[in-house]
């Protein structure tokens, strides 16, 4: 396995390794560097890919220097090697959403996790760098209850964890819609819990105008976001089923700092 490093945004780095024989052209499993006063890691990988996500931090700086570890859900490609990094980074933390905290990470942490509150500011940037993350939990979906992405709002990147995956080894960022690799996956793997709160969340990331999706399995992209996560919401209601109302339920607020 070979292991990449690129860069995607400003101070943004993709890591990436792929494993051939999960998918066709197999399948990469990426984490995400913010190189900023307090750094922060989205996604460990697995146990196993630990000494290569290890060495590939440390291209970009000391390991030792990371503050904070986040991933969007509790499985073993996001954070199974979340108490590793604990153990080689003394003032690592790991930041979630409250109930990721409550449901599995009090316990599961080495060090207690800081939970954060729907809409939360999360800033990493310190005195000279914007770099402030909103805490976006989305429940159940593509899966898991704890769901939660985070937002930056300098560079506009949202780290989407499993939503919008493609299988195959693209290029690490593109400005081409990868609509119909993201719904080839979703067709070969069915990851996704197929309620009334998909193509609504989908909608929701999309008002926030991301400018770059970063994308756990497959192509990160910068082209037209808005629209592809409106497209790809209009299938998840029209070809797997998913419209039926919320049933009063509203979606977390996801407000921004700022808003009313």
Not at 66 to 95: K, M, T, Y
Not at 252 to 259: D, Q, R
């Amino acid at each position: 396995m070979r292991t990449r490093v690129d860069q995607i945004s400003d101070r943004i780095y993709r890591i990436s390794t792929c494993i051939p024989d999960i998918a066709p052209g197999g399948f990469t499993f990426n984490q995400f560097l913010v190189d900023a006063e307090e750094p922060l890691l989205y996604h460990t990988g697995m146990r196993r890919l630990f000494p290569l996500v290890k060495e590939a931090i440390e291209r970009i700086m000391p390991v030792e220097r990371l503050r904070w570890i986040s991933f969007a859900h509790v499985e073993a490609d996001e954070c199974g090697a979340v108490n590793d990094f604990l153990a080689v980074a003394p003032h690592a933390q790991v930041v979630h959403g409250d109930l990721g905290c409550q449901v599995s990470l009090n316990d599961l942490c080495d060090r207690d996790p800081r939970p954060l509150a729907d809409g939360e500011i999360l800033d990493i940037g310190g005195a000279t760098l914007q770099r402030r993350l909103i805490a976006l939990p989305t429940p159940h979906v593509p899966h898991n209850w704890e769901s939660h992405m985070l937002f930056e709002q300098e560079t506009r990147t949202l780290f989407l964890g499993d939503l919008c995956t493609q299988f195959g080894d693209g290029p690490p960022v593109t400005d081409q819609a990868p609509f119909e690799a993201i719904i080839a996956a979703e067709d070969l793997f069915r990851q996704t819990s197929l309620g009334p709160a998909v193509p609504a969340t989908y909608r929701r990331l999309a008002d926030l105008e991301p400018v770059t999706l970063a994308v756990m399995h497959g192509s990160s992209y910068t082209g037209d976001c808005p629209t592809l996560l409106r497209m790809v919401a209009d299938i998840y209601q029209e070809r797997y089923g998913c419209g039926t109302p919320l049933l009063g339920q509203p979606l977390p607020a996801h407000k921004l700092a700022g808003s009313d």
